[in-house]
């Protein structure tokens, strides 16, 4: 599989302007040759191809208005009219519904929160002895290297992110050398907002809630940036200050993200999630805290090192009521207010925890021997009424009704 490494770069101030050119003339080149297919498309004529751009861009060099080009790697200016193939592929993909829909490809802006460059092999970049990245008409620029990479990269991508740092992608090739040797325990994962995840042997991992802890700090920026006269010199720090406060609260974000979801996937051979409707949940009231959790990040961190270290990861649909059904008999005992926590189940008399009522549940849907080991839903000690002393009060038999919705009973 391909994994993307990423690594922090510290240009200095000569290197920091050739790649603020280059980032403009991969700009350039893309804008100019979308807007010659717009043109061609408005005008009726037929889809311009790669090759037609790639001889406009040559000419384009000799020219006196385009001259400054040349000052720039040629790859790169290549590799952003093969950017221009792919949002025009996935655009096209998403109307055939080869894949969710895509916008049209839009006109690039040199105030994006990102500006990005790509290098392949024939630009004859490398990293040196001494540990630097040297890349093309930039220089040798100083790497951190937290890490080693498991195998020799063929493209490196130069990242500038709104905060103004700058950082070395790397997409490497991977085998199957790194499988955890396997393991018995199988766990079901309730993601919320009380508590970020709910397993179902009864753990409850609490929410750090980073955007929130940080939106003091945030406030402050913001207000001092809304104070400064625009396009002048203090506006553009006070934009920085904005941006690195909020880099601050994503990269904290991320590190929790990859340290929960490697310690789930080393500790558990299968593991079941709920498939959430993000979107949806992040036009409610909620939207805030559903954006400050970052369920899909850390869903899509669990997909894919399950697929690296040879783990198992099921996904159960939106629909199922897992927080409806009991998870000791499996009776189905109705939809209930988010106020409720803990509930009594009206057919076994088990006293049941809402979350991990639920991840049992979710276990149990993905077909994983879910295990309730810790968790609130032993059955309670419920009083005989006065009218039923001397009686045995029957149980309901087990209903089929669990079954049609895909959570098996005990």
């Not at 191809?49 to 000419?59: D, H, Q």
């Not at 792919?86 to 990102?114: E, H, I, Q």
């Not at 995840?197 to 409850?204: F, Q």
Request: glycine fraction near 8%; hydrophobic fraction near 35%.
């Amino acid at each position: 599989m391909q994994l993307r490494y990423s690594f922090r770069l510290y240009p200095s101030a000569g290197q920091r302007m050739a790649l603020a050119r280059a980032f403009g003339c991969a700009r350039v080149v893309f804008n100019d040759a979308l807007r010659v297919r717009e043109e061609a498309r408005a005008a009726g004529a037929p889809f311009v191809t790669s090759a037609e751009l790639s001889r406009n861009l040559t000419g384009a060099k000799k020219t006196r208005e385009r001259v400054w080009l040349g000052e720039v790697s040629a790859v790169i200016l290549q590799q952003s009219l093969r950017d221009l193939d792919t949002a025009y592929r996935n655009f096209f993909d998403g109307l055939k519904g080869k894949r969710p829909k895509m916008g049209v490809p839009r006109f690039k802006s040199k105030r994006d929160n990102r500006q990005s460059i790509r290098f392949t092999a024939n630009a004859s970049w490398r990293i040196t002895p001494g540990g630097k990245l040297r890349l093309p008409k930039v220089g040798d620029v100083p790497v951190r290297w937290s890490r080693t990479l498991p195998s020799t990269p063929s493209t490196v991508t130069v990242v500038k992110d709104a905060a103004g740092r700058y950082f070395a992608s790397f997409v490497v090739e991977t085998d199957a050398c790194e499988v955890l040797p396997e393991t018995t325990p199988e766990i079901g994962i309730d993601l919320g907002l009380g508590h970020f995840a709910v397993l179902s042997d009864g753990r409850k991992i609490d929410s750090p809630r980073f955007l929130r802890r940080a939106e003091k700090r945030l406030k402050k920026a913001q207000r001092d940036l809304s104070r400064k006269q625009k396009g002048s010199n203090n506006r553009g720090k006070a934009r920085l200050k904005v941006a690195r406060a909020h880099a601050q609260v994503t990269d904290a974000r991320r590190e929790f993200h990859h340290r929960l979801s490697t310690r789930l996937i080393r500790e558990n051979q299968a593991i079941a999630v709920e498939d959430l409707c993000v979107k949806g949940l992040a036009r409610t009231r909620l939207a805030k805290s559903v954006h400050d959790a970052g369920w899909s990040a850390f869903v899509s961190m669990l997909e894919y090192k399950a697929a690296r270290y040879g783990r198992t990861l099921v996904k159960i649909g939106r629909f199922e009521p897992t927080s409806q059904v009991c998870s000791a008999c499996g009776v189905k005992d109705g939809p209930k207010p988010l106020n409720v926590r803990e509930w009594t189940c009206s057919a076994c008399g088990t006293g049941l925890d809402r979350d991990v009522n639920a991840a049992v549940n979710v276990a149990k849907a993905a077909g994983l021997a879910a295990s309730a080991c810790g968790a609130q839903v032993r059955p309670a000690p419920v009083p005989a009424q006065r009218s039923e002393t001397g009686t045995r009060q029957e149980l309901p038999t087990a209903s089929p009704q669990w079954e049609q919705i895909g959570i098996p009973g005990l």
